[in-house]
């Protein structure tokens, strides 16, 4: 099957009254949000958006960005969300990179800004929340080939990486999706991941196959708090705000718990037992951009894990570990400019960068990053598995691992460490706990404070920066200690 009938059509026409999109002061049913999409993609027409044409989206996720987005998709242009904190320059360079042609604005950082490079728009020229009449007529008949959005993905370097992916991969993505985890009419998904990000737009698929409401906090609302103010169904989060969930103390004051997907990092069996003993069910995650996000789920046991495979996605663990995919939810490839290059081996997979394993379940077990390794005194250390041991000692909250350079190991596993309030471990404390379960090798000798400003501004910390930071601390606290003893 290469095309379908439009997926919002059909629900708006099956489910006319059901809530869509909630945000703190208004309920948009998906009779009205087809209305809306219907005059927003009218409107693009009209500033010359085209089939193929690419159109880049800043701002804070909010209802007008979700029509925009779902009426670039009923011409057939093709979105490009990007982060609203980048600079200037980084998003210059980025729509340069990807050939864009037009900038949707959302918020107050749109007012002044102008580009000789491509047509900005503004959101409430395109996206009014009011309808009016309109005589343009959608795309009933959706080709699943069709190029529909470049996510933005850091990877490994500096460079973002532009992933291109397909209807039929977001489509594909939300119907294996809701398969594991059932999402329909009466639900509600807190948006808590932006719309720049491909989890925040498997939310919004998943939400227009299955009828279920996205919902969209206010920027300052967190999801802890949301989750009684509308009645919060499912969360999609990482481990760390999973742990600030469940402290949080609002769990106790709703009767109905909300299923909890995890994923973007390792959960260690600590944090799995309090969520349990929270009342929460929680799956774990695996994916990446590049399969459209989810790649496997299943809810946890006793021992944390990936989940299983799910519907259209085939994974395999190559000879040295790597986790190879393919299937229906695998993007068409990374875009510079004119160009699309999809980098896959002989036999049709794409090799992801992670290491892992199957069990006897065939649950996958990820063990981290290939390019995260680091080879200390001849053994291969991956930082995420002393990561998870840190994360279970009394006392600490996160950990991040990072290889610093030693000229007798090669590389020596270095910490910042996250404890918990009055309960900072000495140093020796915590090397006497990590010797109990991992080898002498792995075990970090020096340890730093968590660096709330460099990890907790993204999902996904930058171990690069983060690693020239241990290096000039560790440099710094060589240089104290040589004061003090002269």
Same mark, same amino acid.
């Given at each position: ?34 209305? !809306?999409?219907?005059? &927003?993609?009218?409107?693009? /027409?009209?500033?010359?958006?085209? =089939?193929?044409? %690419?159109?880049? *989206? +800043? ?110 991969? !977001?489509?594909?993505? &939300?119907?294996?999706?809701? /398969?594991?985890?059932?999402?329909? =009419?009466?639900? %509600?998904?807190? *948006? +808590? ?294």
């Amino acid at each position: 099957m290469s095309q379908i009938c439009c997926p919002l059509t059909g629900i708006s026409e099956k489910s006319p009254d059901s809530p869509a999109i909630i945000t703190n002061n208004e309920i948009i049913t998906f009779a009205k949000l087809e209305q !809306l999409v219907h005059q &927003a993609a009218s409107n693009l /027409k009209k500033a010359g958006v085209q =089939r193929r044409t %690419r159109v880049a *989206l +800043s701002g804070n996720s909010s209802p007008q960005v979700y029509i925009t987005i779902l009426a670039a998709f009923r011409i057939g242009a093709v979105i490009c969300p990007v982060n609203s904190k980048w600079p200037e320059k980084a998003l210059l360079n980025a729509l340069k990179q990807i050939d864009c042609r037009y900038l949707v604005l959302y918020g107050t950082e749109s007012a002044g800004f102008t580009s000789d490079n491509f047509t900005v728009l503004q959101a409430e020229n395109i996206a009014p929340l009011e309808t009016k009449v309109s005589v343009f007529r959608g795309q009933p008949i959706i080709d699943l080939n069709n190029p529909a959005a470049i996510i933005f993905s850091s990877g490994s370097t500096s460079q973002p990486k532009a992933s291109l992916l397909s209807y039929g991969n !977001l489509y594909y993505n &939300a119907l294996g999706a809701n /398969k594991r985890v059932k999402f329909r =009419r009466g639900d %509600r998904w807190l *948006l +808590s991941m932006p719309l720049y990000h491909v989890g925040g737009l498997g939310i919004l698929f998943r939400s227009i196959i299955g009828g279920g409401a996205a919902v969209i906090p206010h920027k300052s609302e967190n999801a802890a708090a949301s989750i009684g103010e509308y009645g919060i169904t499912h969360l999609s989060l990482v481990p760390t705000q999973l742990y600030r969930l469940i402290h949080s103390g609002h769990l106790k004051m709703v009767e109905e718990h909300p299923t909890v997907l995890v994923g973007g990092a390792s959960v260690t069996k600590e944090l799995l037992d309090s969520a349990k003993d929270a009342g929460l069910e929680v799956y774990s995650t695996y994916g990446l951009t590049e399969m459209a996000s989810q790649v496997t789920a299943g809810k946890f046991a006793d021992v944390p894990h990936s989940g299983k495979i799910l519907s259209h996605r085939q994974l395999s663990i190559a000879d040295d570990g790597e986790i190879l995919v393919k299937g229906k939810t695998l993007f068409q490839g990374y875009i510079n400019e004119s160009s699309v290059e999809l980098p896959l081996d002989k036999n049709g997979w794409f090799h992801t960068g992670d290491i892992g394993e199957l069990d006897v379940k065939k649950h996958l077990i990820v063990r981290g990053r290939k390019d995260n390794m680091f080879i200390s005194g001849g053994e291969n250390v991956y930082p995420e598995e002393i990561e998870i041991w840190l994360k279970n000692l009394d006392g600490i909250d996160d950990a991040l691992v990072v290889g610093l350079d030693d000229k007798e190991f090669g590389r020596r596993a270095t910490a910042f460490v996250k404890f918990t309030e009055d309960k900072k471990l000495s140093d020796d404390k915590i090397i006497t706990s990590l010797e109990k379960c991992l080898p002498r090798f792995k075990i970090p000798r020096t340890f730093f404070d968590w660096p709330v400003d460099e990890i907790e501004q993204s999902l996904k910390p930058n171990r690069q920066k983060l690693q020239k930071l241990a290096a000039k601390l560790f440099v710094n606290s060589k240089m104290q200690i040589q004061k003090v003893s002269s």
